[in-house]
């Protein structure tokens, strides 16, 4: 099953088939509205869409086809956070620091909590609670004190 995860409004969906669908379109050139069309009919057919969503989902889907069609993967402006755990307490204290010092320091940021095992195997993390910043890992098996994760939160936001 070949599944892409894609912002949809707040929340991230994978939503299987449509790396196929983006391929297509973008080796036929289509507009942007027309790739709009294409892609969200190709991923309806796989994936339910609720019908209260379906503005949210073509909008998404505009902007994944004009991010791919410029030659990006993904927004090069864009900070992603992964916290990895099991949904503990420290988990929950480092998602909660994390949001006050974005907050503080004015950064805006994609963050995604990953509790399942395999997953938090899979980023090379053996120890939780792991932030994952920008795809390096931060830290792993211990609680980070404030001062740090705002040092990496700079550091990360000066790279891009």
């Given at each position: 099953m070949?599944?892409?995860k894609?912002?949809?409004?707040?929340?991230?969906?994978?939503?299987?088939?449509?790396?196929?669908?983006?391929q297509?379109?973008v080796?036929?050139?289509?507009?942007a509205?027309?790739a709009?069309?294409f892609?969200?009919?190709?991923?309806?057919r796989e994936?339910?869409?609720?019908?209260?969503?379906t503005?949210l989902?073509?909008?998404?889907?505009r902007?994944?086809?004009?991010?791919v069609?410029?030659?990006?993967?993904?927004?090069?402006?864009?900070?992603?956070?992964?916290?990895?755990?099991?949904?503990?307490?420290?988990?929950n204290?480092?998602?909660?620091m994390i949001?006050?010092?974005?907050?503080?320091?004015?950064?805006?940021a994609?963050?995604?909590?990953?509790?399942d095992?395999?997953?938090i195997?899979?980023?090379?993390?053996?120890t939780?609670?792991?932030?994952?910043?920008?795809g390096?890992?931060?830290?792993s098996g211990?609680?980070?004190?404030?001062?740090?994760v705002?040092?990496?939160?700079?550091?990360?936001?000066?790279?891009?």
């Amino acid at each position: 099953m070949n599944l892409r995860k894609i912002k949809i409004g707040r929340a991230t969906v994978g939503l299987i088939g449509l790396e196929q669908a983006m391929q297509q379109a973008v080796s036929r050139k289509l507009s942007a509205d027309e790739a709009t069309a294409f892609l969200f009919a190709a991923v309806s057919r796989e994936n339910y869409i609720p019908a209260t969503a379906t503005d949210l989902y073509r909008q998404a889907l505009r902007r994944e086809y004009l991010m791919v069609e410029s030659g990006g993967a993904q927004s090069p402006q864009q900070l992603t956070i992964k916290i990895l755990g099991p949904g503990c307490v420290s988990c929950n204290k480092l998602n909660t620091m994390i949001f006050d010092i974005m907050q503080r320091l004015g950064i805006a940021a994609d963050i995604e909590q990953i509790h399942d095992l395999d997953e938090i195997w899979r980023h090379g993390v053996i120890t939780t609670p792991a932030l994952i910043i920008n795809g390096r890992i931060k830290c792993s098996g211990r609680m980070p004190p404030p001062a740090e994760v705002e040092q990496w939160l700079v550091e990360e936001t000066e790279r891009l």
